[in-house]
Every structure is written in structure tokens, then in C-alpha cells.
């Protein structure tokens, strides 16, 4: 007999569907402590742009289409049809309203042709550079507008990357909340200055693959995962980037497949009514994850307002018909109508271009919407590698004569036409990736991308040793490949997949350690590049002496081996930098290795570590020292920090020094706006002070040690450089005032905490080079 918690009770006697006959009820729920229900906030908020003049506008020619709707064309507006995209809105053809086109993926089009395949936005996130986040996303966005897509789905902050085996952590930008932020702020402004409406997603806690859904074949049967999270953490980890997000203007937010606290997250009211409408006080639309909508009053006044992909499931005539009857108030469908609307004002597509997203199967015109983004795509491919290990300086590479190429993730599998899918073009083909091994470029799913074509390492290698006129050497599939005593060095290409739709199974594989450890046995000189869609663990050989430099290569997009030689042969140094922590061993994760294992009816995930997962968690874990830590990366040439500086810019404005940001000031979209002022400005001198002769990028990280919360948070990072051989420049790191507050639960309300902050500027998040302080009185 399984238990089944008291709330339940009402639901089980209500219908006692077959599964529940023989549940008995757990008779004392305060020994769970999450095993609550969602919050209810009702009704759901309605808004009327008053974020910004922008916004108001936008409402104003909302407000005017919306008095000229019936009310089954207001429906119509709210739900998915059929259609040239992935998703689509219905039109209104009585006043000329087409339909809105969606498509996936946030690292470039899926489903279409002659786009450009991006580095995923985890490797984005590892090259800390604020100006390339900005810069990926306007490519990204001008790709979408020229295709005429209304709304591109991403950028992502959830997953955040709770568990090191997500499946879909590669399709966000890091497990730390500060630096996705600032990765969605600037994808989110890049996107939208391009024209197109940015989706932040998925909101929130979609922190697993294993059970994201009900009544999935391939999972227990049942209804979906509730990611049970405390409020607190809700605020400081998963909801914090999304403020970043709404800060920068996103115009749509994408609810999530997975329940919190038992209530799907696409009716989930204290989700969207509460944290992401009221709070954070979102002008946008909700739309909800594909099939992600499981009722129709209920999803409704819980503050979804487009579904997809199709509207008729739960709506179309049945919302009308809730609408006709008062079960959803016309004031809640004229505000989903109104939102939806006021984004398409808002990024102002009255003149958008022709939807030219096309089948692979049909004949069409070639709308071709590359145009010289491979360029951006090489410097973030870049820019985004890690350099781990060096040993006397091996790297960057010297023209050798002789190259040796393991390793199958060296080369492109030659394989038909319809296994470019292998690339992340659809999930079912992804399934059977061990058939289809060649070198990772983004993962798999609808996060995936269809590359153009794709530079791989080898060919990319091969054309450098040509024009150095030695010779190449290879052998991409064996395990134990010959290896010649005259090769200079050898590099061995090994590679981690990960996939929406299900967990990894591992953070490393037989095979791949076997071929790094046969080769090394026989080449004094071997270099390791890995390609990986998240952490990889590299302690099998990390440690070997004739392992003399390891590269993370992430998952750089259709460039791959151009970034790799530009790194590999030193025309830039590298600056990257992990924004993830790769442990020594598995088990060191702990209970944030791998998803919630669950075949209860009603499968619960409690996020009882709270604050405490990736860094966070292994700083509070004094026993555990990890591999490779947050934050760190080398360079071919090395910095030293000096003359840290802090400026209290809180007492220019006496208002802005109390605990919590004013009440009698409005709300915009991003939360309260003091939310958003600079309290302090912390400098520090970063000098290449390297002997190597190279130049280089740093980027410099500052951990704030806020009290009552985790040891050390990153609250700031800048990348400063190239700085050539003695060259100075100066890190700003601008503390606002949420960075230094923590949520009270109480209060509802980001509040300042009073006395003293550590703080720490430094190369990673334990390589702490300056110390200060600062108190808050
Ligand atoms: C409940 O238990 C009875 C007796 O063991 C069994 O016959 C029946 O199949 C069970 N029902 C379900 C839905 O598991
Ligand atoms: C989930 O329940 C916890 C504990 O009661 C509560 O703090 C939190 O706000 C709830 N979150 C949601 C989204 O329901
Ligand atoms: C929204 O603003 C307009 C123009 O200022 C006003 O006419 C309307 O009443 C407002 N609606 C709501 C629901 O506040
Ligand atoms: C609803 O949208 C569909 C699909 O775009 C369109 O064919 C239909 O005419 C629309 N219905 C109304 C009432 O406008
Ligand atoms: C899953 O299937 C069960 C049994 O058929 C059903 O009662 C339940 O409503 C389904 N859940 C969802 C979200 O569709
Ligand atoms: C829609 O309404 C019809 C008629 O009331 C009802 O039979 C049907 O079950 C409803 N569909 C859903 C998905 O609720
Ligand atoms: C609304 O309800 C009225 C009466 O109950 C009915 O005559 C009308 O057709 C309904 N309208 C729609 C759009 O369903
Ligand atoms: C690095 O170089 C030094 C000096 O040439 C040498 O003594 C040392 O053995 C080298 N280390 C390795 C691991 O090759
Ligand atoms: C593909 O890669 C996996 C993991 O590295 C390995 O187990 C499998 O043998 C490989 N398949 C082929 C055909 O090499
Ligand atoms: C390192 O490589 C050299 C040269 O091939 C070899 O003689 C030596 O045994 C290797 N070291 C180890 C630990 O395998
Ligand atoms: C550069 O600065 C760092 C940090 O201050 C120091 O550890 C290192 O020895 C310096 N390197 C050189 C070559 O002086
Ligand atoms: C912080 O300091 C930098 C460098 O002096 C300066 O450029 C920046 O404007 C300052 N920021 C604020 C908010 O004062």
C-alpha cells in the first residue's frame, strides 16, 4: 500500500480514479513540509502598461483593437492553431489580424532552413561577457525577424541547473542565478532590439527532465513531478533571472510542464498571478508550454493566456462558453487578449516580414537569413572555451609538424540527410544517439538547432597543419588507436550528450576515459577537448602526466573548429570560465547529482537544500573540495588584482538606505524600480602580469558574503582585456540593491540586510584575490 498525503483526500474521493483505490492517506502532512498546496492569488492582475511610456502606447492600440472584438475572436486570440509555425496564434481575418508565428530554439531556428546554428546558451554564459551576451542575442533576433517570426522561445534561466544530470541544463545559462541574469537581460534586449518578442522560459522550477509531464509512455505513469520550493529560494535562485528578463523588457513568459507544490505550473496561480503579474509585475503574456495545459477555467483565471499548440483542447468554443456563463470573467479574457496584443505594439511588428519558415519536404523560395553571423558565432564559440589545465605551457600550440586527431567527437558523422537531426534537431532521432556519435555541437531536443553546415575540430585542424606544412594523423573510432612515437602532440576528442526529454545517465562515459587514457599511455603530450551539453567529470585521468591540457569546448554551434583552433593555436587567449562546478567524483553532488526517482501517482520533489545547490552547496560542504570550481578557467597568461575600492553611493539618497524599497512607489515591470539602483560601486585593477608574452581577457568575479545567506555569492563579474604583457585595466562591479538583499518571507519583500557584507573580488569563486567589506546601517 503507498501513502497518499491528507490534502489529497478531497481529489481522491472526489473521482477515486482506479490508481488511488488502494493509497492509504498519510494522516500527519506536517511531517512533509512541502507537501502543501499552491497558494491561491485571485483574481489574476490585470495591467494597462503603466511600466513605461513604451508599454502604454503599446496598451493604448491594444485597448483600441480589443473594443472591436467579438468574443469568440478574443478567443481565438488566446489559442493555438495549426500552422505555418511550431505555434500559432488564431487570426481575426474580419479586422486583418494574422496569426502570431512562435518558433523554437534560443540558440537559433529550428524546423526551418539557411539559419545559423549558435553555441548553446550555456556556453554563451561561460564566456562572462556581457557585450557577446548582447551581441548573441541580436544576431539570434534578426535571424527571427527576417523569418518573420513573431515570438522566438527563449532566452532560458529554467532549468537553472539544480542537478549536475539535467537533460536540458545546456539549453539555459547557468546554475548561478546572478550570472543567467545578466545573460537573460542582455539576450532579452538583444532580441528584442532585432524586433522580435523574447520568451523567458520556463517558468519555473523545471529543474528535471524525468517526469516533466503526465502520462508520459516513457515515464511511470502518472501525473507530473511537483517541484515543492520554499519562498525564499523560489526568490533568490529560479525567479531571480526572470527579473532580469522582465527588466530588459520580455514580453513573454513561458510557463513550465511541471507542478510546484502540486498545482501545474500553467495553472499554477501563485506562479503567475502572484510572483510573476503582481510581483514582478508582468505586462506581457503567459503562453504555455506545448501541451503544457491541463485545464481550461482553472489555467484561465490562474493567469495563463495563450495556450499552444493548440487552443481547442481546454478553450477555443469551451472558453467562450466560461466566458458566456461568468466562470472566467470577460475582464480576465479581454486581459489576455490585451497582453498578447500590447507585445506585438510593444516591439511594434505592425510591418513585420513574410513567415518564411518552410518544410524540409516541400519545395519552397529560399529565404536565406545567415548573413554574417558565423563571424559572431566564431568569437562566441571562442570565447566560450575553458582552459582547465596547462601544464608548462602546452597550449597554445607551436605549429607542430606532427598532429595527431582521436576521438569520434573529432569529426562530422557522415551520415543521410535526415541524421543532421543528430544536431538537435528532434528528440525521437536523439534518442538513438549512440548510433549516431560524431562531434557535439548543441544538444538535443527542441533546444536544438539545424546547423548550415558545421567546421568540425578535424577539419578545421587539418586546414592549420596544412598551412604549416606538417602532417595530420587519425583514428576517430577505435579505443585503443595506434599512436606514432613521433607525434608532437595529440589531441583527443571526446564528447558528453544531453538531451531534452530525459536526464543524463552519467557525467562520464567508459569509452571516452578509456581512448584519453590510451592514448596518454602512449603520447607524452596529450591535449583533451570535450565537447559536453553540461558538467563532465574528468578525475580518470585528469591527473595523468601525460595529460598536459584539457579544454571544456562546451557546445560552440556550427563554427566548432574555427573557435577551437583559434584557441588551440593562441590567435586568442582564452578567457572562459566554468559556470558550473565539476566535481572530483559523482557522489560528491549528493542529492544534486540526479533527478527525484519517483512512481508515486503523485511524484514530489523537495527542494530541501534550498540556496544551496551548485557552489553554494560545496562551499557549505567543508569535506568536499570540488575538481574544477565555479568560476574558474585559465589563460595563457596570468593576471594579478590590486587597489579594490568601494563607493558607498547609498547615502546620496536617504530614501534608498532603508530596509525595504518604498512602498508608495509603483511597481514596473522587473519588480520595484529601487530594486534596481546602484548602492555601491566596487573597482579593482586587474594587470596581465604574465611572463608568456601573450595577451589576454580576465574576467574578474565578485562574491558577496551577504549575511544570513549562503558563504559567498557571485554579485558581479566584468571581463576586462585583451590586456597585452604589463597592460592595466580597471573591473566595475555596480552592487544594486537587490544583489545585496535577501527575501523576506514575512514582508513579502526583498529586504537589505543590516551589518556587515563580506566581500571578495578574484579569478573564481575560491582563487579570491582582494578582501573588503562593506556595512549597512
Ligand atoms: C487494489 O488491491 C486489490 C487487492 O489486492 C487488487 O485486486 C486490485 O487490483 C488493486 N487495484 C489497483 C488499482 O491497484
Ligand atoms: C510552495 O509551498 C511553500 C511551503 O508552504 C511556500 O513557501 C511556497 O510559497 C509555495 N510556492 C508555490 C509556488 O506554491
Ligand atoms: C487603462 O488606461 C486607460 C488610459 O489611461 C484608461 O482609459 C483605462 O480605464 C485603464 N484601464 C484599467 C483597467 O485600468
Ligand atoms: C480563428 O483563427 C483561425 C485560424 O487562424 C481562422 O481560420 C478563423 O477564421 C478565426 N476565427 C474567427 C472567428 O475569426
Ligand atoms: C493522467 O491520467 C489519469 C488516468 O487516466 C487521469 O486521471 C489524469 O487526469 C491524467 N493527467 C493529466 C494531467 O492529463
Ligand atoms: C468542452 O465543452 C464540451 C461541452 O460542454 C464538453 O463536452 C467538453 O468536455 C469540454 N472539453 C473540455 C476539454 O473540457
Ligand atoms: C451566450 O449565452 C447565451 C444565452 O445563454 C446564448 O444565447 C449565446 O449564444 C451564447 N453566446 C456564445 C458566444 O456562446
Ligand atoms: C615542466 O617543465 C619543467 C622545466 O622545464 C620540467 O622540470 C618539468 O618536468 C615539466 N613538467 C612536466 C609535467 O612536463
Ligand atoms: C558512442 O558513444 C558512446 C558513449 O561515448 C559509446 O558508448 C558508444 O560506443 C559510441 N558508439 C560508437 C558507434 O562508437
Ligand atoms: C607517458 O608517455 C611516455 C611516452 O610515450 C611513456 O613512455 C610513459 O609511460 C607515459 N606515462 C604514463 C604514466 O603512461
Ligand atoms: C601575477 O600575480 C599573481 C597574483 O598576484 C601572482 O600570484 C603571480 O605570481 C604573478 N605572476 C608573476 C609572473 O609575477
Ligand atoms: C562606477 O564606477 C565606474 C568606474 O569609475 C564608473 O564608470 C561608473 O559610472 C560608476 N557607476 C556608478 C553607478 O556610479
Known amino acids: 500500500m503507498k501513502s497518499v498525503p491528507l490534502y489529497l483526500a478531497s481529489i481522491v474521493a472526489a473521482g477515486a480514479p482506479a490508481f488511488a483505490q488502494n493509497y492509504t492517506w498519510t494522516n500527519h502532512p506536517s511531517e512533509l513540509p512541502y507537501y502543501g498546496q499552491s497558494p491561491p492569488v485571485y483574481p489574476s492582475p490585470q495591467t494597462n502598461g503603466t511600466s513605461s511610456s513604451r508599454w502604454a502606447a503599446a496598451y493604448a492600440k491594444a485597448r483600441e483593437i480589443l473594443a472591436q472584438l467579438e468574443l469568440e475572436e478574443k478567443v481565438n486570440i488566446t489559442g493555438g492553431y495549426t500552422g505555418a509555425c511550431v505555434g500559432n496564434t488564431g487570426a481575426v481575418p474580419r479586422l486583418g489580424i494574422e496569426p502570431l508565428c512562435f518558433a523554437d530554439a534560443p540558440d537559433g531556428i529550428r524546423g526551418s532552413d539557411f539559419v545559423s546554428a549558435f553555441p ?213 479574457l479581454d486581459d489576455m487578449v490585451t497582453r498578447t496584443l500590447a507585445a506585438y505594439y510593444y516591439l511594434e511588428q505592425e510591418d513585420y516580414p513574410d513567415v518564411g519558415v518552410f518544410s524540409d519536404t516541400e519545395e519552397h523560395p529560399i529565404v536565406n537569413v545567415q548573413r554574417d553571423h558565423k563571424k559572431i558565432i566564431r568569437e562566441i564559440g571562442a570565447a566560450g572555451h575553458v582552459l582547465v589545465k596547462n601544464v608548462n605551457n602546452t597550449l597554445p600550440l607551436k605549429a607542430p609538424q606532427f598532429v595527431a586527431i582521436y576521438g569520434y567527437d573529432a569529426d562530422i558523422k557522415a551520415e543521410p540527410w535526415e541524421n543532421v537531426a543528430r544536431y538537435g534537431g528532434g528528440y525521437e532521432v536523439n534518442h538513438l544517439w549512440n548510433t549516431f556519435n560524431g562531434t557535439l555541437i548543441v544538444g538535443g531536443g527542441s533546444g536544438g538547432n539545424i546547423p548550415p553546415y558545421v567546421i568540425s575540430p578535424f577539419k578545421a585542424i587539418q586546414d592549420q597543419v596544412i598551412e604549416d606544412g606538417g602532417i595530420v594523423r587519425w583514428n576517430f573510432w577505435s579505443e585503443q588507436p595506434h599512436v606514432s612515437a613521433t607525434a608532437q602532440v595529440c589531441l583527443v576528442f571526446i564528447n558528453a550528450y544531453a538531451s531534452e526529454s530525459f536526464d543524463r545517465p552519467s557525467l562520464v562515459d567508459e569509452f571516452s576515459d578509456n581512448l584519453v587514457k590510451n592514448v596518454a599511455k602512449n603520447c607524452s603530450n596529450t591535449v583533451v577537448v570535450i565537447h559536453s551539453a553540461g558538467v563532465r567529470l574528468v578525475d580518470p585521468w585528469i591527473d595523468h602526466e601525460n595529460v598536459t591540457a584539457v579544454i571544456f569546448a562546451g557546445t560552440p554551434g556550427q563554427e566548432s573548429g574555427h573557435s577551437l583552433v583559434d584557441v588551440l593555436y593562441g590567435a586568442t587567449s582564452p578567457s572562459g570560465k566554468l559556470h558550473y562546478t565539476v566535481a572530483r567524483q ?141 597592460e592595466s585595466a580597471t573591473a566595475v562591479f555596480e552592487l544594486r540593491r537587490r544583489d545585496l538583499s535577501i527575501w523576506n518571507v514575512v514582508e513579502q519583500q526583498w529586504e537589505l540586510q543590516k551589518g556587515s557584507y563580506k566581500l571578495w573580488v578574484g579569478a573564481s569563486s575560491r582563487d579570491l584575490r582582494l578582501e573588503g567589506e562593506i556595512v549597512v546601517s
Open 586 to 726: 559523482e557522489s560528491d553532488y549528493g542529492n544534486l547529482l540526479d533527478h527525484t526517482i519517483s512512481d508515486e501517482w503523485f511524484p514530489q520533489s523537495d527542494f530541501d537544500e534550498g540556496l544551496y545547490i551548485d557552489y553554494r552547496a560545496f562551499d557549505a560542504k567543508l569535506n568536499v573540495t570540488p575538481r574544477f570550481e565555479f568560476g574558474f578557467g585559465l589563460s595563457y597568461t596570468t593576471f594579478s588584482y590590486a587597489n579594490l575600492h568601494i563607493e558607498d553611493l547609498s547615502s546620496a539618497d536617504n530614501t534608498s538606505v532603508s530596509a525595504f524599497p518604498d512602498a508608495s512607489i509603483p511597481l514596473v515591470q522587473g519588480g520595484h524600480p529601487q530594486l534596481w539602483d546602484t548602492l555601491y560601486n566596487v573597482t579593482a585593477v586587474i594587470s596581465n602580469n604574465g611572463t608568456t608574452g601573450a595577451s589576454g581577457a580576465e574576467v574578474a568575479q565578485l562574491y558577496l558574503g551577504i549575511p544570513n545567506a549562503p558563504l559567498r555569492q557571485l554579485r558581479g563579474f566584468d571581463k576586462v582585456g585583451p590586456l597585452a604583457p604589463g
Open 120 to 332: 548553446s546558451q550555456s556556453h554563451l554564459a561561460a564566456t562572462w561577457d556581457k557585450d557577446l551576451f548582447l551581441a548573441y542575442g541580436k544576431a539570434i533576433g534578426r535571424e527571427y525577424y527576417d523569418k518573420g517570426i513573431n515570438v522566438a522561445l527563449g532566452p532560458v534561466a529554467g532549468p537553472l541547473g539544480r542537478i549536475a544530470k539535467g537533460g536540458r541544463n545546456w539549453e539555459g545559462l547557468s546554475s548561478d542565478p546572478y550570472l543567467a541574469g545578466w545573460g537573460m537581460y542582455q539576450v532579452t534586449t538583444g532580441m528584442q532590439s532585432s524586433g522580435v518578442i523574447a520568451t523567458a522560459k520556463h517558468f519555473l522550477f523545471n529543474e528535471q527532465e524525468l517526469r516533466r509531464r503526465p502520462n508520459q509512455t516513457y515515464d511511470p505513469i502518472g501525473e507530473a513531478i511537483s517541484a515543492n520550493v520554499d519562498d525564499r529560494t523560489a526568490h533568490e535562485l529560479y525567479a531571480f533571472p526572470f527579473y532580469d528578463a522582465l527588466k530588459a523588457g520580455a514580453a513573454c513568459v513561458m510557463c513550465s510542464y511541471q507542478r510546484a507544490n502540486n498545482s501545474y505550473a500553467c495553472q499554477n496561480s501563485k506562479l503567475l498571478n502572484g510572483i510573476l503579474k503582481t510581483e514582478m509585475h508582468f505586462e506581457g503574456f503567459v503562453v504555455s508550454d506545448w501541451e503544457g495545459q491541463h485545464t481550461g477555467i482553472a489555467s484561465a483565471n490562474a493567469g495563463l493566456d495563450v495556450v499552444m499548440p493548440l487552443g481547442s483542447t481546454y478553450w477555443g468554443a469551451n472558453l467562450t462558453q466560461a466566458v458566456n456563463n461568468s466562470s472566467v470573467a470577460v475582464d480576465r
